[in-house]
C-alpha cells in the first residue's frame, strides 16, 4: 500500500484533502492532524466516516470530540495531547518478542482494549499535512505490532478454550469465532493490524495471499479443523484450558436483598446462588463443572484471562 495516500484515500468518499482542510478552518489548527480508521488503511467505502485524531500542544488529555460535515459526509475529530503517542509507547520499550511465522507477538501481556485501539490507529494514520511526522516512530513500530498481535492472540486462546467447555451446537460456533481469529493474528503478525470484524475477509485475502487458506478459516467448526488452520498459518497454540485462568468478576459485588445475600454482575442481573472459584481453567471444569463454569462466564460472574506465563511458554 505504498501508493495509498491521504487524497487517494478521501477520494473513495468523495471528499477532496484541500476542501477538507478549507471546510474544517480552526478545527484542524494549531497542530497535527491524521486521517484513521478504515479509510487511512485502505479498507473504507463510499459510506465510510471520514475520522480524525487532531494532536493539539497545550492539553493535558483527550477532549470531546467535535462532528462535522463536508460534502454530505461525516468527519469526526478527536483531540489528544500532542505528546501522548509517544508518552504511551514509551510503556511498552523493551517488551519481549517471540517470532511467529514471519512476524512476531508480544510475550508480555499487551495493553487494554482503549490503548490497543489508539495504537492501532496511530500506528495505519495518514498525515493531513506532509510536515507532520510519523505518529509512531520506525524504531517503535516492530513492537506496536507484536503487541497488537498479542491483543488477537488472547482472544484466539480464549474462543478455543470456550470451543473446548461448550457443548454443540455452540462450540461449533466457538471453533469457528476461533479460527477467524486465527486469521485475525496472522494479519496482525505480517503487519496488517487494522480492526473491524467485517473488514477481515479483504484484509486477510490481501496479507496472506490465499483466498483458500483465509476461506477455510471461515468453515472450519471444530477442533481438528482449527489445528490444522494454525499450522497452515504457522501460528502455535497448546491446551487452551492450561492457557486460561478463571476468576470472580472483579465489577460483580455481593449485595443484601432481605435476609438473602446476593451476586449482582456488571450487566445488573442478580443471583441468590452463584458461581465463585478461581484458578485455572482445567482445574475449575473439575471443581465446578464445563457447564457450571460456562454458565458463570455467560452472566458475568466469572471473567477469562489468558495466563501470561502459559502464553509465553507456548509463543517460545
Known sequence: MTDHTVGRALGVVGVDLDSLLAMAGSVLADGHPYLVGSLAVGLGNRGSDID?????????????????????VTVDVEYYPAEMPASTVSRYTGT????????????????DRTVADRLTRWLTALPLYESSPPLIAEGD??????????????????????????EQPAAAYLWQRAARQALEVACRVAGDV???????????????????????????????????????????????????????????????????????????????QWTSVAGQVAAAVADVGAAQLLHGLRTGQLTMRVDPPACAEVLR
Open 96 to 111: 519481549p518478542l517471540a517470532t511467529v511465522a514471519d512476524g512476531r507477538i508480544a510475550l508480555a501481556p499487551p495493553p
Open 52 to 72: 480524525i485524531h487532531h494532536f493539539r500542544p497545550g492539553i493535558a488529555e483527550p477532549a470531546p470530540p467535535y462532528l462535522m460535515f463536508v460534502d454530505g
Open 194 to 272: 487494522a480492526t473491524g470484524d467485517k473488514w477481515l475477509p479483504r484484509r486477510a485475502v490481501r496479507t496472506l495471499s490465499s483466498r483458500t487458506l483465509v476461506e477455510s478459516g471461515y468453515r472450519a467448526g471444530t477442533e481438528p479443523a482449527l489445528r490444522e488452520l494454525l499450522a497452515a498459518l504457522r501460528v502455535p497454540l497448546g491446551d487452551p484450558l492450561a492457557m486460561t485462568w478463571v476468576q470472580p468478576c472483579p465489577q460483580a459485588r455481593e449485595v443484601a436483598v432481605g435476609r438473602t445475600r446476593c451476586l449482582i454482575t456488571r450487566h445488573g442481573r442478580l443471583f441468590p
Open 141 to 166: 513500530r516492530a513492537t506496536v505490532v507484536a503487541l497488537l498481535a498479542r491483543v488477537a492472540y488472547e482472544h484466539l486462546v480464549q474462543f478455543a478454550a470456550l470451543a473446548t467447555l461448550a
